[in-house]
Nanobody, 125 residues
Framework: QVQLVESGGGLVQAGDSLRLSCAAS????????MGWFRQAPGKEREFVAGISWDGTRTHYDDSVKGRFTISRDNPKNTVYLQMSRLKPEDTAVYYCAAASAGYYSGSSPYGYDVWGQGTQVTVSS
């Protein structure tokens, strides 16, 4: 079973950038689709971005398209989320997730069966 640990969150100002990392351990993630989700207080967990096992296909929620970039380094067993031009509405706990099927990297949380503990991102105005 793979374990996921997110890092890189913090408190930033609107317009700043952050890079989140998701380090996997326990087994390789090179054949697994990966995703990033976020959950703001009082709201449901929502899809942010997904990436196929080989990095050739990426998916983004419209709210982050053009500002966030998901990537992966399979030899390092790590997935990243580069966030730019951050807005206060990006404030949330960000979670990394591993897909239950190797080909999946879509927006449904039911397609993922392993989750990290989350990292807080706070964007002040």
């Amino acid at each position: 079973q793979v374990q996921l640990v997110e890092s890189g969150g913090g408190l930033v100002q609107a317009g700043d950038s952050l890079r989140l990392s998701c380090a996997a351990s326990g087994r390789t993630i090179r054949s697994i689709g990966m995703g990033w989700f976020r959950q703001a207080p009082g709201k449901e967990r929502e899809f942010v971005a997904g990436i196929s096992w080989d990095g050739t296909r990426t998916h983004y929620d419209d709210s982050v398209k053009g500002r966030f970039t998901i990537s992966r380094d399979n030899p390092k067993n790590t997935v990243y989320l580069q966030m730019s031009r951050l807005k206060p509405e990006d404030t949330a706990v960000y979670y990394c997730a591993a897909a239950s099927a190797g080909y999946y990297s879509g927006s449904s949380p039911y397609g993922y069966d392993v989750w990290g503990q989350g990292t807080q991102v706070t964007v002040s105005s």
